[in-house]
DNA sequence: TTGAAAGCGCTAACAT
DNA sequence: ATGTTAGCGCTTTCAA
């Protein structure tokens, strides 16, 4: 072995000069039958192949990104929350082009922390990832800067990038909040809740700003105290609806802003007496199989995911510059709760 | 910069030579302020650093990993499909210890295609990643056994590893079932079917030995055509239920396998008449809140998750030998749908 | 067909 | 306090 003193505790990997010395060849022959390189004698690439199985000898493909000084053939993806049904979809997408490119995928989860994002996307940075796809939280952003000039593809998904232009992959937020809101209008709804994720978040801003210019297009003025916004919390959403579904004049209908709010909902409506009609942004699974099958505005996680990839793969293969912002649509889906009358 | 001509289009990151003749210090200096050593002037420090960011430099780790020959801080997670909730649950908790533990995840869905698993995780190795946590398909794992002579740590989770014997959590698959159909057992149910996944999958395996094992101790005889084993895909479930449902003497209940096709089970039966009871094996995301909320034995893949890798890392900070098999309870949870009498 | 030498970006060990 | 040299495991270049 190449480390001398083998101590048992301390497997030692053999590199290419062992492999070299154990098969009585040089180094660079080793090199030559490892990738399949032409120029060496069948007999000696078979006694290669030998000590390489026999050893247990693995090429280290960082010494050898080194001194290629190629792309390392791996993709960085930053997210919210992997167990996020919406992001776990995206984030099976994204991988599946990932592999379909012969790449590796590190993932990082940021917890809507941008400390943690930033720790994160610096480490897949200083591991030399070829690009990053990544679903921003609301800070600057303006510390990737020398990534993206040194070369770092960058792709944002789901939500822009406060602080850097970079190719964007977003949903049909603003519209798909005023579609849900304007068909509980269609049902005749005036005093329509809004719960949504905490307003520093994008997409949360943009879907309540949907809501209100569907409110406002439909002439009907919103009562601010309709309004709640925040993390998915099961007991600020008991607060929120005991405040929306008691007093005088209580909200006839519920427009939520993503997945996660919608179930906390659902959860709560489960144990109350009130039926208010419901719309979600965001599908979500057995959405259709509730008492009362949940009207959705859905996304599409997976279109979002495998194209933002897309658009990080054609960069990387030298696409030129202008950074792109592609829209996904969503769409209304009626099951049932969005159809409640007032 | 170091690479001489520097294309427009090729962006070429500064190295730390690069950053050295900038500032008009020597290698070693600059190595010194960025990883925080001692031995460096405050002034010549500030100067230092005021050229690193300007010219956007950042330390290349792999570099950094060779020369010192320490261990990456990174590890490999190995599993089949990461928008099945099951596993991005897992994925989540493992994603957790590993940063606790301040290293970076590569993740990889096998999606049950044993040639697929093997190259990614050769990847991660020729990556030299410190460890693997994998849920394992059912080929033999024999070729990870140099990697795993090598150092790399390995630790299965969800299923064993054909092949290798290494450290294991698994739920207690056959119990929970078991636990399942003897409850259906104890509604009455006599003729009860069940439908796994692919019986070459350890779980499935396992499982429909626990429902056996329950029917045998109740002392009721099992009618191989009550059993279904094979992929949740929504047409064969169908087929299926027309089999098991029809017919002069359909089952009264049913035993599912797994949360994917329990859910195909639940969307057929909306579609049909019958109401036989039903159990499922793995809890899933509004279970409670359906029409008739659904029984179902539930696995903990958070605690199997953080097991898997708190597990992985004592290996790593030095746990001696005997590789652990860790069995992580499943409990029943009535909810409804298992108590339908026959 | 084969291999010796140089060097990728960095750090350890040893100067100065 | 600072710099020089060697070398991690590999590939590239060039010579034999």
């Known amino acids: ?23 009585g060849v040089g180094l660079k022959t080793v090199s030559r039958v490892v990738n399949g390189e032409a120029g060496v004698s069948e007999e000696t690439a078979r006694r290669v192949r030998a000590v ?48 379909a490119h012969g790449a590796l995928l590190l993932t990082g989860s940021s917890a809507e922390d941008s400390e943690r994002e930033r720790a994160l996307a610096l480490g897949f940075c200083a591991r030399r990832v070829d690009g990053l796809v990544v679903v921003p939280t609301s800070a600057d952003h303006g510390y990737l800067a020398p990534e993206a000039a040194a070369g770092t593809a960058l792709v944002c998904v789901d939500r822009p990038m406060p602080g850097l232009d970079v190719d964007t992959v977003l949903a049909d937020n603003r519209a798909g909040a005023a579609i849900g809101t ?11 809740g809004y719960l949504g994720d905490a307003p520093d978040i994008f997409t949360a801003a943009e879907r309540l ?14 009562d601010e105290s309709w309004i709640a916004m925040g993390r998915p919390d099961p007991l600020e959403v008991r607060f929120v609806l005991a405040r929306l579904l008691g007093g005088p004049e209580p909200v006839t209908a519920l427009m939520c802003g ?24 965001d599908d979500f699974e057995l959405a259709d199989l509730l008492a009362v099958p949940v009207t959705v505005v859905a996304q599409d996680p997976a279109l979002m995911g495998r194209t933002a990839a897309e658009l990080l793969f054609r960069r990387l293969h030298g696409e030129p510059a202008p950074a792109q912002h592609i829209l996904v649509r969503t769409r209304l889906i009626p099951r049932g709760s969005g159809e409640i009358p007032p």
């Open 258 to 281: 993503n997945n996660r709010t919608t179930v906390a909902v659902l959860r709560e409506l489960a144990g109350r007496q009130e039926r208010p009609a419901l719309v979600g942004f």
């Open 52 to 99: 390489i199985d026999q050893l247990g000898f693995r090429r280290n493909d960082g010494a050898r990104l080194l001194r290629q000084g190629a792309r390392t053939g791996s993709v960085g993806l930053l997210l919210e929350d992997v167990a996020d049904p919406f992001y776990s979809q995206l984030s099976r997408a994204v991988e599946e082009v990932v592999r």
């Open 1 to 23: 072995m190449s480390a001398g003193t083998d101590h048992p505790g301390v497997p030692i990997r053999p590199t290419m000069k062992d492999v070299a010395a154990a098969a």
């Open 182 to 192: 304007a068909h509980l209008l269609r049902q005749g709804h005036r005093r329509i």
């Open 209 to 222: 700003a949907g809501y209100r210019q569907a409110m406002a297009d439909a002439g009907h003025p919103v």
